[in-house]
Every structure is written in C-alpha cells, then in structure tokens.
C-alpha cells in the first residue's frame, strides 16, 4: 500500500511547508506508507522560488531583487534541506501532464492541506481537486481550503464535480463547510484542524535548532499595519523585551531585530522561545496553541484570508487576543489549563476522521 500527499510542498513559506511534513508524518506513523507527490506546479514555482533579476520588468521589481535575492537564495536552501531530511518524495517530478500517472502509482491520494484550492494562487490549475484521477475510490481530501468566503465568479460550477467525487471531503475552515454543504448536501464536508495540530508539542521541540536569545517578543505577519508594530513596540518597552520581526518584505522595521532567511528548525525554535507572538499566520497561530504560547493576532485586510484564523480560534474557545487599531481587547494571559483539553477535543475528533480515511484506504 502506497499513499500520496498533493499539497503544497515547493514552498519558502513556514506554514506551507510544516503543514506539508505534518500530514505525511502523522499518515506514516499510523503504519501507512506516505509520501509526498512531487508535483512542479509551475504557478507555485513562479510565485516562490527565489526571484531573478531578468524577470523583473519594474523598478520596484529590480529594486526588492537586489535588497532581496540573497536572503531569498539562503531561505531557499534551508527549505530544500529541510524537504531533504525530513519530508519522503516521490522520486519522480510530475508535471501537470504527468498527473494521470498517479492512478497506477497510489492506492489513494489526500489532497490536502493549506488553500490548495485556491484557484487564484495556483492560476486556475484544478490538479488540486485530483480532476486527473478517474477513480474516486482513491480522492480523499485532508483540511482543503479556497481561502475566501463566497465563491469566486465561475468557480464554483468547476469545482463542484470533482468535490462532489472525493471519498471522504474535509476542510479546515467552517466557511468552507458552508459553502459546499449549500451545494452538495448537508455534511458533504467535515471540519478538521490543521495536520500542524495532529503533530504533539514535544516531536515539534524536537525539531527546533537551539538558540541563546534574550526574552523577545516574535513578530510574523501577513499584512503590513502600522498600528500592530506600535502595539508590538509598547508591549516591548512595558515587558522589557526585544522584538523579531520575521519577513521578506523590502524594509526593514526600525528597533527591533530584522530576520529574513531562517530555517524552518529555526522558525519552529523562534516561536517555541518567544515570550508573545504577534502574528496574522494561520500557522504560526496554530504553533502558538501547540506550543502553548501566549500570542495576539490581527486578522487580514482581505477578509477572505479570515475564516481559518477565525474557526481555529472557535475550536480553542479563545477570544479577545486580536490586536484592532493599535489595542488588544483582553491582554490578560490565555490559560492553557482550559485552552488546551478543549482544542485537544478537536484534534482527537480529526485524528478519528483522518484514521477512518486511512482504515478505508486499507480495504480498498
């Protein structure tokens, strides 16, 4: 027996690829054998590969590529070793039209996590919906997002026949839910967590590369608002704490430490020693509730992007943590003795489902 994972695995973002090592980890540690598909989606490959001075076609774009290309070329090589030691690939790279190969390749195929269908990020590429798998006794899908709330124009009469042809469909959002249960039927979707929350605190401990820090505050975010970082700067001044601001933007924020081409162990150790975490990542925010982290998040200028943060924070049972302009609602500590046996409620609900998956892939 062979499973495959479709996801997005050639990736510079944190939470794409941690997403990625944690659902074939947690299928390989049920005694299946899983690897990841080596998929080159050209899109994706566009998008985050280091990017080259010849392609650029404004002054903007020279601009980041000389400021930016060599933190870009190092955090690329800390990824590539990362998928190297730690994530099983297929040994072959599949191109879109290779695809159809998998059928004889798989005994099933999950199709998950992260906005895989997104068709906005992948440029209308529906590989991510397995339209190139004829049998549905081997679709399955894993914590699938779109990433948006309603859908968009001419999407939804598309996507709606390969859903409807998965085995087993699980989202990671409520909203995703909503929408395909609205067109499919009542529970033609389940809501999963995230395959980082199937993973236990102490095997994501185990990963990190340690490092002496004085006590800092980690700042990683989606959107740039200035408000957030003056929260940040006066929750550093009152707590006597430094600040790391992880990104790749083109400037850098004044006072506080700049970090741009860390590894992923290193990331993983960077949320695992902060004293907050600020954050508008889906991921970091669900490293933050593994790790037991106390954190603030802001939610996304495009609504769309919310639904994940906002469901993730409902299985929690937390509220008051999002920063709105420049102020928290309730700063007072999250308490992870009530925090943590309800998540873990959740998890364990997921873990039965993803296993159901597994149980039927067995019998097939």
């Known amino acids: 027996m062979k499973v495959g994972v479709l996801t997005f695995h050639e990736t510079a973002n944190y939470g794409a690829m941690l997403q990625t090592y944690a659902l074939q980890k947690y299928i390989n540690d049920q005694g299946v054998p899983c690897q990841v598909i080596n998929y080159q989606d050209r899109a994706l490959q566009k998008k985050e590969r280091p990017i080259k001075l010849l392609e650029q076609r404004s002054l ?18 800390h990824f590539c070793a990362f998928k190297r030691a730690q994530i099983p690939m297929s040994e072959k790279a599949y191109s879109k039209e290779d695809l159809p190969n998998l059928q004889k390749e798989y005994d099933a195929i999950i199709a998950g996590s992260d906005q895989i269908w997104n068709t906005e990020i992948t440029q209308d590429d529906f590989s991510y919906y397995l339209e190139f798998l004829k049998d549905s006794g081997k679709k399955y899908a894993y914590a699938g997002s779109f990433g948006f709330q309603d859908w968009p124009q001419g999407l939804k009469e598309k996507a709606l026949p390969y859903l409807k042809d998965f085995s087993t469909l ?75 601001y992880v990104h790749d933007a083109i400037l850098s924020q004044r006072g506080m430490e700049n ?85 873990q409620e959740k998890i364990e609900e997921s873990k039965a489902i993803l296993n159901g998956m597994l149980k039927e892939i067995k019998k097939s």
């Open 60 to 77: 903007k774009g020279i601009i980041r590529y000389f400021i930016c290309h060599d933190y870009q070329v190092s955090k690329w090589a």
């Open 170 to 244: 699980t989202v990671r959002e409520s909203r995703a839910k909503e929408l395909i249960d609205e067109a499919l039927g009542e529970d033609a979707a389940q809501v999963v967590v995230d395959p980082t929350l199937l993973i236990e605190k102490s095997h994501w401990q185990s990963l990190m590369t340690e490092t002496e820090r004085s006590p800092y505050i980690v700042a990683y975010m989606v959107d740039f608002c200035q408000e957030t970082f003056d929260f940040m700067r006066a929750l550093a001044k009152k707590e006597k704490l430094k600040i790391i």
């Open 259 to 343: 970090s741009r081409d860390d590894s992923v162990e290193e990331f993983l150790n960077m949320i695992n020693g902060a004293a907050y975490v600020v954050t508008g990542s889906f991921h970091a925010l669900c490293l933050s509730l593994v790790l037991e982290k106390q954190f603030f998040y802001t939610l996304s200028r495009i609504n769309n992007r919310n639904s994940r943060l906002e469901t993730l924070l409902s299985h929690a049972g937390i509220k008051g943590r999002r920063v709105l302009s420049g102020v928290c609602e309730d700063p007072s500590p999250i308490d992870y003795a009530t925090v943590t046996p309800r998540l």
